[in-house]
């Protein structure tokens, strides 16, 4: 395995692990509703961040 594969198998995983760290975070947020909107802001910045890491790496993927 090269070192681009491996790059892109370990962006890709971490963008994965965002993602769904940001929907347990919006799910665990949800039934409080006395809470400020830090923890939603938090979710929003995490699945985000995670989804440009997948695209990045789908996109590194395909020039190789």
């Known amino acids: 395995m090269d070192i681009q594969a491996r790059r892109t198998d370990t ?14 975070v919006s799910l665990l947020s949800m039934p409080s509703s006395y809470e400020p909107l830090k923890p939603q802001i938090l979710a929003a910045f995490l699945i985000l961040t995670g989804l440009g890491l ?3 790496a789908a996109i ?5």
Do not use: N
């Open 11 to 24: 962006v890709r995983a971490f963008g994965t692990l965002s993602v769904v760290a940001g929907f347990v």
């Open 54 to 56: 997948r695209i990045e």
């Open 60 to 64: 590194a993927d395909r020039k190789s």
